[in-house]
């Protein structure tokens, strides 16, 4: 079983302000109320794409309950731990460009953040956790590292998107996957990253450190699949950005997808990035049938 885990999950407020006057008052041309957090993006992606899986998190509030009866449409499984705060609401601004404001996150009480750990006491060696996002403050800076001691105590892999510090522990204990976009690599090793060349170096010293596999996601630049051996890089197909939230999240599921169906690593590749694409020319999560439509238009050249 796939589960992910969402320590701070949001609604994503998509508001359209095209004009956007600051300072004034401005009416907004539509609004969007769709539940948010890297791990359940995934977990939504996942279903799309057949893959059966449990979103894990804490949510709690009229917020919360909002999230957990819009998954529940969706038919996705969910095992949350109810916490006594609110869960955030994330604002997306369109206004030409996408502006993003995200709350911090309630407080999680030391009983919340235990009972999220022993719903992890039934993992088995077959199962894959997606760790993704930011972690709310008073959960402290090493909760992702006692989820992981977990997983690999019961001999489960896991996946994790974060950055920095986080990132750098967790690939010591052979994360499934990482995907930095390459923003996020450069970051990560303090160099610039200024071509594809450099991005494939660094990729590989992530494999070094530690991961089975790397995706260096460049939004509409490409991406690569790195191995050990070499590296593939993709085109994304062309097409009007529509909204770039959940867009990474979407090209982990598609890869995760397909890899957990069996697929092969190149095939998985494709799917991850037709998923990541076709939600960025999404106004949501893209849907089965976009991510069919744009495979064929992702092309994978060997890079040397
Ligand atoms: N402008 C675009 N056109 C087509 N595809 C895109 C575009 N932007 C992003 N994507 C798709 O989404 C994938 C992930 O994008 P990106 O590199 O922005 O990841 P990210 O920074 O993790 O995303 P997020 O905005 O979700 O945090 C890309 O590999 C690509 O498949
Ligand atoms: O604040 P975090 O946890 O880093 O990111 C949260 C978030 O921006 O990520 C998702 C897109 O990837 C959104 O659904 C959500 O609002």
């Given at each position: ?90 604002i ?18 030391p ?13 088995q ?53 990482v ?88 095939e998985?590749f ?19 049938e ?15």
């Amino acid at each position: 079983m796939i589960y992910t885990i969402t320590l701070n999950p949001s609604i994503d407020y998509i508001v359209e302000v095209p004009g956007l006057q600051w300072g004034g008052l401005n009416r907004m041309n539509r609004d969007l109320k769709l539940p948010g957090g890297k791990g359940i993006n995934v977990s939504r992606m996942l279903i799309r794409l057949g893959t059966d899986n449990t979103a894990l998190g804490f949510v709690g509030g009229f917020t919360g309950r909002h999230i957990e009866e819009f998954l529940r449409a969706e038919s996705l499984k969910t095992d949350f731990v109810h916490i006594a705060g609110e869960t955030r609401i994330n604002i997306k601004l369109k206004h030409g460009e996408e502006t993003e404001i995200n709350g911090q996150g309630p407080n999680i009480t030391p009983a919340e953040r235990e009972n999220l750990l022993h719903k992890l006491s039934g993992l088995q060696k077959e199962d894959i956790v997606v760790l993704s996002g930011s972690v709310p403050p008073s959960l402290g800076g090493d909760f992702y590292d006692r989820i992981i001691k977990v997983c690999r105590e019961a001999g489960a892999e896991f996946v994790i998107d974060t950055t920095g510090e986080p990132l750098m522990r967790a690939l010591a204990h052979q994360p499934l996957l990482v995907k930095p976009n390459h923003h996020e690599l450069s970051e990560l090793f303090g160099v610039s990253l200024e071509s594809r060349d450099r991005i494939v170096t660094y990729g590989r010293k992530l494999l070094e450190l530690g991961a089975k596999h790397v995706l260096v996601s460049m939004a509409g630049d490409g991406a690569f699949l790195i191995t050990p051996d070499t590296a593939f890089y993709a085109n994304v197909p062309p097409g009007i950005l529509r909204n770039s939230v959940g867009a990474g999240d979407s090209m982990i599921a598609g890869f995760l997808g397909r890899l957990a169906l069996g697929g092969d690593l190149l095939e998985s590749f494709r799917t991850g990035v037709a998923s990541g694409s076709a939600t960025a020319l999404s106004d949501d999560l893209a849907g089965e049938e976009q991510i069919r439509e744009l495979l064929p238009q992702v092309n994978l050249v060997p890079w040397l």
